[in-house]
């Protein structure tokens, strides 16, 4: 009998304009046909990554999103990962090329080329990042979080057309996102729900599996979370908690004891 999780989520109904609102829907998703996605989980702060530095506004940018991205991987995306590996269900890292000084066993296709920077945009890079951040700051040193780094053949990709192509080769037609940064990365990144919507993927965001990158002045409302979250589910896809993933994945289990 094939395992479905019967997934309690949401969209954001755009019309009629007067009435917008949230729609709730169950969706019906075959275990062997959806896959768990982890992006850009960076370790920028984490025991096993670099320590952040107040001279430079990079990963999660400022504190704050940068201890509560830690903690949403130890309380969701892990446990959501290990939820899904207990019922079979494919489990996928996507992270940036940045870093691939850390995987060489990765394809990559970053050039190390010198580009010519406008002294504009270059100014605007050092005000907002701070002076030569690629090469000095935390973000030279990083790399997947250890706590929700694969497990065993797991794949760790770079780009889209990579994630593709192993995902066609296992008939996976539904991606469930957790990851960083909500109104950033998760959005439109390589592998990330746009781009893979245009692949012909349905997209879900574990809403409480993510944060976006806020300021000191937007954390305490989370503006640019739910932001993010907003764009995500009025025109990408559909968005559930990680309680709701957690009693889609044990219905499952139950029904796979008996």
């Given at each position: 009998?094939?395992?479905?999780?019967?997934?309690a989520?949401?969209?954001?109904?755009?019309v009629p304009t007067?009435?917008a609102?949230y729609e709730d829907?169950?969706?019906?998703?075959?275990?062997?046909k959806?896959?768990?996605?982890?992006?850009?989980?960076?370790n920028?702060?984490?025991p096993d990554g670099p320590?952040?530095?107040?001279?430079?506004?990079?990963?999660?940018?400022?504190?704050q999103?940068t201890?509560?991205?830690a903690r949403?991987?130890a309380?969701v995306i892990?446990?959501?990962?290990?939820?899904?590996?207990?019922?079979?269900?494919t489990?996928?890292h996507?992270?940036?090329?940045?870093?691939d000084?850390?995987?060489?066993h990765i394809?990559?296709?970053?050039s190390?080329?010198?580009?010519?920077?406008?002294?504009?945009?270059q100014?605007l890079?050092?005000?907002a990042h701070?002076?030569d951040?690629?090469?000095r700051s935390?973000?030279a040193?990083?790399?997947?979080?250890e706590i929700v780094?694969p497990?065993?053949?797991?794949?760790?990709v770079?780009y889209?057309?990579?994630?593709?192509?192993?995902l066609?080769e296992?008939g996976?037609?539904?991606?469930?996102?957790?990851?960083?940064a909500?109104d950033m990365?998760l959005l439109?990144?390589?592998?990330?729900?746009?781009p893979?919507?245009?692949?012909g993927y349905r997209?879900v965001?574990?809403?409480?599996?993510t944060v976006g990158v806020e300021?000191?002045?937007?954390?305490p409302?989370?503006?640019?979370?739910?932001?993010g979250?907003?764009?995500?589910e009025?025109?990408?896809?559909?968005?559930c908690?990680?309680a709701?993933?957690?009693q889609a994945?044990?219905q499952?289990q139950?029904?796979?004891?008996t």
């Amino acid at each position: 009998m094939e395992n479905t999780l019967q997934l309690a989520a949401r969209y954001y109904r755009s019309v009629p304009t007067d009435r917008a609102g949230y729609e709730d829907v169950v969706l019906s998703l075959p275990v062997e046909k959806t896959a768990l996605v982890g992006i850009h989980c960076w370790n920028i702060g984490c025991p096993d990554g670099p320590a952040t530095d107040a001279n430079y506004c990079v990963g999660m940018g400022w504190p704050q999103a940068t201890a509560e991205a830690a903690r949403i991987m130890a309380e969701v995306i892990r446990p959501a990962m290990d939820l899904a590996r207990s019922i079979g269900m494919t489990v996928c890292h996507v992270e940036t090329d940045w870093m691939d000084r850390k995987y060489p066993h990765i394809e990559s296709r970053r050039s190390d080329a010198a580009a010519t920077v406008h002294p504009v945009r270059q100014e605007l890079f050092d005000r907002a990042h701070g002076t030569d951040y690629m090469a000095r700051s935390p973000l030279a040193e990083m790399r997947r979080a250890e706590i929700v780094s694969p497990v065993g053949d797991e794949p760790l990709v770079f780009y889209s057309d990579t994630l593709d192509d192993y995902l066609r080769e296992r008939g996976i037609e539904t991606l469930i996102y957790m990851g960083f940064a909500t109104d950033m990365c998760l959005l439109g990144a390589e592998g990330a729900a746009r781009p893979m919507l245009a692949r012909g993927y349905r997209c879900v965001v574990i809403r409480d599996g993510t944060v976006g990158v806020e300021s000191p002045d937007t954390f305490p409302q989370r503006l640019a979370t739910n932001y993010g979250l907003h764009i995500f589910e009025w025109t990408l896809g559909h968005g559930c908690t990680f309680a709701q993933f957690k009693q889609a994945i044990e219905q499952v289990q139950d029904d796979q004891s008996t």
